[in-house]
C-alpha cells in the first residue's frame, strides 16, 4: 500500500477514540492536551494538516513543524514517547504523530500560564481528567497495592450509589472529606465495585 493509499484509508475512518484530526498548528498548548489525552487512554495518532471533513489542507511551515515537537517536549509533563512521520500527498505535507499509552500517567498539558492539567480520550474529545482518574493513576504505581476494607465509610459511601451520582453529589450525601472520597472511589473502582462514566458532560459513578 503506498503512502496516499494509507493516509486516505485513515481519513475515512474520521475522528475517533485514537484519531484527532488538527488543521494546522497555531498553538502547542491546544496541540499538546490532543497529546496528553492519548498517553493517558488509549494511545492515538494526530493527523496534522488535515480538515475536520477529512480535506488535505497540509502543514505551510517550518513554523507549525516546530510547535509540534514543542507540544511533546515542552508542553507535556513527563515528557511522552512521540513518533513522527512525514507524508507528501497530493502536494501537501501531512505528519502523523503517533502516541502511545503512557507507563507514567497522568501526562500533563501545560497552558501559557503554566497551569498543568491531565486530559482523557472519550470518543472523538479530549476531557479534563477527573480527580479520581489522578487517584487512580496514583494508586496504579504503588508497588504494594491497595487494600480496602467494607467498613461503616465505605458502605455510606456505596449507600449513595444506588443510582449514578456525581462526585460533589457523593461528597455530599456521603458527608465524608472530599479527600476520603476520591481515595475511596479510586480504590473501589480498581477492585471492580464501581464504575465510573463520562455521560451528558459529566462523570458519573454508580455500583458496577
Known sequence: MDNKQYLL???REGEHQQQDFKYRVADACKLAKSVSAFANTDGGRLLIGVRDDGHLSGVRSEEEIFMMYQAAYKYC?????????????EGRTIVIATI???????????????????????KDENIVASPVHLALWRESRKLQGSIITCDALVRRLL??????????????LARLPRYKV??????????????????????LFSLS
Open 182 to 203: 476520591i481515595t475511596l472511589l479510586a480504590r473501589l473502582i480498581r477492585f471492580g465495585t464501581v464504575r465510573l462514566e463520562y455521560t451528558s458532560q459529566q462523570f
Open 159 to 172: 449507600d449513595t450509589m444506588q443510582s449514578p451520582r456525581t462526585l460533589n453529589q457523593i461528597v455530599r
Open 77 to 89: 509533563k513527563p515528557e511522552p514517547s512521540i513518533r513522527f512521520d512525514t507524508y507528501h500527498v
Open 100 to 122: 502511545p499509552p503512557s507507563d507514567t500517567r497522568p501526562v500533563y498539558a501545560l497552558d501559557e500560564e503554566g497551569i498543568q492539567r491531565a486530559y482523557i480520550r472519550i
Open 9 to 11: 484509508g485513515l481519513i
